[in-house]
């Protein structure tokens, strides 16, 4: 593998490579715990859309139906479709209480707990268009079994932050 070096008349140098390797070990161990949740994944989504009888294949890396006798007939009964769509409903009937609170009872700390109390709920909620992001987020949970969100700063993105589900 060629190694990407910004400054390409220079070689690169022992710190470089170093750097680059312990890119690359990251990555590759965090496809490897991704990996162990992969073929759930892939079987919940299948079941939620329709296709009861997919299975994962490993080797292959992709989800197969198996084969079946020309003289058995498969019936589907689709509760998980019903069952996501009622818990949503009830994770979604009533908008979380995010509150700050204050470490001390000094009037520094409770305004800076009062202060960040509007801006999540003013500012975070509306501006970063949590809501979308809340119900995306909680449809992955309820299909897959585990989800979350992270925000990411970026200074040089000219006040746009990009949410992550």
């Not at 590759?28 to 992969?38: F, I, K, L, S, W």
């Not at 759930?40 to 490993?58: K, P, V």
């Not at 001390?104 to 009062?114: C, P, Y």
Request: proline share 5%.
């Amino acid at each position: 593998m060629k190694l990407p070096f910004k400054n390409k008349s220079k070689n690169p140098t022992k710190d470089d490579k170093a750097l680059f390797d312990w890119a690359i070990n990251l990555k590759d161990d965090g496809q490897a715990r991704r990996q162990v949740y992969e073929a759930q994944w892939y079987e919940n989504i299948s079941a939620y859309c329709g296709d009861l009888w997919a299975e994962y294949d490993m080797n292959q890396k992709k989800l197969v139906e198996p084969d079946k006798p020309d003289w058995k007939v498969r019936l589907p009964v689709n509760l998980v479709q019903p069952a996501v769509r009622t818990e949503y409903a009830k994770l979604l009937k009533n908008r979380p209480m995010i509150d700050c609170l204050a470490r001390a009872d000094n009037r520094g700390d409770l305004n800076s707990a009062r202060v960040g109390d509007q801006v999540l709920n003013n500012y975070i909620e509306y501006d970063l268009f949590m809501p979308k992001h809340r119900r995306r987020m909680l449809q992955w949970v309820l299909i897959c079994g585990m989800g979350g969100v992270f925000v990411d700063h970026d200074p040089s993105a000219m006040g746009d932050q990009e949410v992550l589900v």
